[in-house]
């Protein structure tokens, strides 16, 4: 069990935290679920924002501002739609999961909330999901120069139960 990560039951837009992460699309240019709801909360400036990015690869992540968000950050992780296995979605998940900690720890943030990514639409099943998403942040967290909390901002109750079984392991 890592200390330094936490995990509740909650509205990741409320979180007051350095960075927030959004489980976005490739465009960065909102869309349904937890990518939605945060440009919603943020306001139309996050929008303005993300069109300057160019999009987003999947497995990778980018930061902006958090506009009307009581958080510093964004930070945009596009995780991988699942498509049965065998299309490398395993590790596009988890490396989603580490760009996103990479830009944190390098922009010396201290405190991070991850949604669920890839869960919902995207269909990536919530028991793998988990367990890629709790070893890959203890793995780097073992490393992070400024990360010290970790908090996983859970919206349902089932994938709570999966959270909290995985950060028992």
């Known amino acids: 069990m890592n200390p330094k990560i936490e995990i509740i039951d909650g509205d ?14 490739t465009t960065l240019l ?9 440009h919603r909360a943020a306001g139309p400036g996050l929008l ?6 160019g999009g987003c690869l999947t497995g990778n992540a980018k930061i ?9 950050f964004i930070i945009h992780a596009v995780g991988p739609v699942w498509k049965g296995g065998k299309k490398n979605e395993e590790k596009l998940l988890a490396d989603a999961y580490r760009h996103a900690l990479w830009i944190a720890d390098n922009t010396k943030l ?5 949604p ?9 099943p919530k028991e793998l999901a988990a367990g890629i998403a709790i070893s ?9 120069k400024h990360v010290e909390r970790l908090i996983f901002c859970i919206f ?7 959270y909290r079984q995985h950060l028992m392991q």
Request: glycine share 10%.
């Open 116 to 124: 669920n990514i890839s869960t919902g639409v995207y269909g990536f």
């Open 136 to 144: 890959t942040a203890s793995a780097f967290l073992k490393t992070a």
């Open 30 to 38: 909102g869309g349904g679920g937890v990518d939605g709801a945060i």
């Open 110 to 114: 201290r405190s991070i909330a991850f």
């Open 12 to 25: 990741i837009t409320r979180l007051e935290v350095d960075a927030i992460v959004n489980a976005a699309n």
């Open 48 to 53: 303005e924002e993300c069109r300057t990015l």
């Open 156 to 162: 349902d109750h089932e994938n709570e139960q999966i």
């Open 64 to 72: 902006t501002s958090a506009y009307n968000l009581p958080s510093k």
